[in-house]
């Protein structure tokens, strides 16, 4: 069935480095990959996204990388900062509707 | 648009009574899905609805729960009886036409429920 898989679950970071966020998914028909960001006590919000026919995605300090072989794919945040603690959600697509996530990973930046 | 409108923030029940969750999807969205939050299983799906028309309630995990949309401006997630387990974070989540082109879900503040 539909699964999501999402390593580490948690993870900290020394401020100024990098983070990565890895996720497999298992349908091979997934099409759309969105990364949601929850801080404390908050909803879950959308911080990047790709799109089954694209291969990398940047924003700014965010990135995320699909490898549609091997059914993963990642978001790596660079010079990281206090600001982005934060729980953070891989999702996928499934049957074109259903939007399915992982299990979160809580980001710790130690200043 | 005020965004995803979901009622009430909060809710505290004794065990065995009926529970009704609200939600206000935005404008124009067709999706609406309900998740589930908690520590141990993160965020599940519950069900979700297309043109108010329930497409997959695979996810509800018992038949106390059950989700009605009437129209396309509300939707309802009712837990009866509710039980201390059911305890956790309810998420409304709408998303506009893209069923060809995926659009961003947009989440509601969810309703924190706590059944004693």
């Known amino acids: 069935g539909e699964n999501v898989e999402q390593h580490p679950s948690t993870l900290s970071v020394q401020e100024g480095d990098s983070a990565v966020i890895k996720c497999t998914y298992s349908?091979?028909?997934?099409?759309?990959f969105p990364w949601y960001k929850q801080e404390l006590g908050k909803r879950p919000q959308l911080i990047i996204d790709?799109?089954?026919?694209?291969g990398e995605k940047k924003d700014q300090r965010i990135a995320v990388t699909l490898n549609k072989t091997a059914k993963h794919f990642s978001l790596h945040i660079t010079e990281t900062q206090p600001e982005d603690s934060a729980v953070y959600f891989c999702?996928?697509?499934?049957?074109?509707?259903?939007?399915?996530f992982g299990t979160g990973t809580r980001l710790t930046i130690i200043p | 648009d005020a965004g995803v409108i979901q009622s009430p923030r909060h809710e505290v029940t004794e065990m065995g009574q009926e529970v009704t969750l609200r939600c206000k999807p935005i404008?124009?969205?067709?999706?609406l899905f309900w998740y589930r939050q908690t520590m141990m299983r993160g965020l599940e799906l519950l069900i979700y609805?297309?043109?108010?028309?329930?497409?997959?309630d695979s996810g509800m995990p018992e038949d106390r729960f059950s989700a009605k949309m009437p129209n396309a401006s509300f939707s309802t997630l009712k837990i009866q009886p509710s039980e201390p387990r059911d305890s956790a974070v309810y998420f409304c989540?709408?998303?506009?036409?893209?069923?060809?082109?995926?659009?961003?879900?947009?989440f509601g503040q969810g309703t924190r429920l706590t059944v004693v």
């Open positions: 989540a709408s998303r506009g036409q893209g069923k060809v082109r995926h659009t961003e879900a947009f």
């Open positions: 790709i799109r089954s026919n694209v």
């Open positions: 349908d091979s028909a997934s099409n759309y």
């Open positions: 609805f297309n043109n108010n028309v329930p497409i997959d």
């Open positions: 999702a996928a697509t499934f049957g074109n509707e259903k939007l399915t």
């Open positions: 404008s124009g969205h067709d999706y």
